[in-house]
C-alpha cells in the first residue's frame, strides 16, 4: 500500500468544520472527555472523511459525510452508526 493512504494529516480545506462546536458538543456529550482537542484528518478513504481527534490522554476517531450534494442513499454515517452501536453490545 502507497503511503499516501497510512497516517494523518492536517484536515483540508474542503473538509473544514468549526472545531470548537465539536469540543462542546464532545464535553456535553462524552463521558470523560478533557483537554484541548486536537484535529487531523485520516489520509485516503474520502468517501465518507474520517479524523483522529484527540484530548488529554483519549484519542477518538470521527466520520462524516463529504460536502456537497449526494445521493439519497450514498454516505450513509447515520446507518453505520447504528450498524456499529448494534454490534458494541455483541462479541463481535
Not at 62 to 78: F, Q, T
Request: positive net charge; proline residues 5%.
Amino acid at each position: 500500500m502507497s503511503d499516501k493512504f497510512l497516517g494523518t494529516r492536517p484536515v483540508s480545506s474542503r473538509h473544514a468544520f468549526d472545531t470548537g462546536r465539536l469540543a462542546d458538543w464532545l464535553r456535553a456529550n462524552v463521558e470523560g472527555y478533557s483537554g484541548e482537542l486536537a484535529v487531523e484528518q485520516f489520509k485516503g478513504g474520502q468517501s465518507n472523511p474520517t479524523f483522529l481527534l484527540s484530548a488529554g490522554n483519549r484519542k477518538y476517531v470521527m466520520r462524516r459525510k463529504p460536502p456537497g450534494k449526494l445521493l439519497p442513499s450514498a454516505h450513509a454515517v447515520d446507518r453505520e452508526y447504528r450498524v456499529i452501536s448494534a454490534l458494541a453490545k455483541t462479541d463481535v
